[in-house]
């Protein structure tokens, strides 16, 4: 039986990290894995309809980031830890690094208060606290995620949001990345797609968490 493996996708609106999930579910598939794609916030009938909220409700950081948190919990009890025990490998686009990089630097909200929460929603009942095996951080300059937004569809909430919005944004990912830089692939998302998609599967092959069967 398989080990299951949480990977998490995470990027700024416009970063293409939406476009390479499914070249790697692929990749998984053909190497004879089990694999769930899910996004936050989503992922259960309950965390769609807070990721709604989110996206199109007006309110402030505290109530974003308790709504996030929320839908996160319902996502890890009902669909990420029953994948996982089951030695699925789970594919997210989106985990907890977004919730510090748009509610912390984005907006400004108390770090410390995410880090509480983090805990309060992903500590494991025998010690731990649930995190990503590998998270893809799909790094790119925010004047150039917000050129590819404009050609590609109408924004939501956050899309919207200027262009210094995102300059936070892109530093809230750096600083996590720092912070845990074992449990980051840094990828450039700025080349062409093809190119992008083969510096995520190397990455992976590279981790020994996607094999050839």
């Given at each position: 039986m398989h080990k299951g493996l949480f990977i998490s996708?995470?990027?700024?609106?416009?970063?293409?990290?939406?476009?390479?999930?499914?070249?790697?579910?692929?990749?998984?598939?053909?190497?004879?894995r089990q694999v769930l794609r899910s996004r936050e916030p989503g992922g259960t009938p309950l965390a769609e309809k807070l990721r709604n909220m989110v996206l199109h409700d007006s309110m402030d950081p505290l109530c974003e980031?308790?709504?996030?948190?929320?839908?996160?919990?319902?996502?890890?009890?009902?669909?990420?830890?029953?994948?996982?025990?089951r030695g699925d490998v789970?594919?997210?686009?989106?985990?907890?690094?977004?919730?510090?990089?748009?509610?912390g630097a984005g907006r400004g909200f108390d770090w410390q208060v995410l880090v509480q929460l983090e805990h309060w929603v992903q500590?494991?009942?025998?010690?731990?606290?649930?995190?990503?095996?590998?998270?893809?951080?799909?790094?790119?300059?925010?004047?150039?995620?917000?050129?590819?937004?404009?050609?590609?569809?109408?924004?939501?909430?956050?899309?919207?949001?200027?262009?210094?919005?995102?300059?936070?944004?892109h530093q809230g990912y750096a600083d996590r990345a720092t912070a845990d830089p074992d449990r980051f692939v840094q990828i450039d998302a700025s080349g062409e797609l093809e190119q992008v998609r083969q510096a995520v599967l190397q990455a992976l092959y590279a981790r020994g968490h996607l094999t050839n069967q």
């Open positions: 996708f995470e990027g700024i609106d416009g970063a293409g990290k939406s476009s390479h999930i499914q070249a790697l579910e692929q990749a998984f598939v053909a190497a004879g980031a308790l709504l996030v948190f929320a839908a996160r919990r319902d996502h890890l009890n009902q669909v990420i830890e029953p994948a996982l025990q789970v594919l997210c686009d989106r985990f907890t690094d977004a919730t510090f990089a748009y509610q500590d494991l009942p025998h010690g731990g606290m649930r995190q990503p095996d590998v998270t893809v951080w799909f790094a790119l300059d925010p004047s150039l995620a917000a050129q590819r937004l404009r050609a590609a569809r109408l924004p939501d909430r956050f899309e919207s949001q200027p262009l210094s919005f995102f300059q936070s944004v």
